[in-house]
């Protein structure tokens, strides 16, 4: 299976709750549910620093802390306003990757990163 990168254009504002969206599906177009993973994990990084912001480092989100996924691969990952954070005060804005890594037993796992901007509200007149 192929990794995936989706770019999303609306900026995020900062310390604000954010849910991702989107629908799993393997490279013939079947939904992957709960029952087709072994695990499903997320980290969550600036792009430039490479920094892992908020302690989000490969942390499981299989129906259980930021994630939830059903049977049609309807998948929502819920960032919190401790993850939605700038770390350069400096910035305008700065881009962030979220890493959805899937792990499925025998045949391996499949990456989607998904790069968003954060807004740096204080910097907004």
Known sequence: ?????TFLREPKAEKTQYTYRTVLKNDVGVAIGPADLTALQGTLF???TGAIINSFDTVGILNTDRGTLDASGNLAITLRPADMVI???ALAYETHILKIRLTFGATG?????????????????
């Open 1 to 5: 299976m192929s990794d995936a990168y």
């Open 87 to 89: 770390l350069n005060a």
């Open 46 to 48: 600036d792009q430039d």
């Open 109 to 125: 796992e499949r990456n989607h990163s998904v790069g968003f901007r954060v807004e740096n509200m204080s910097r907004v007149a």
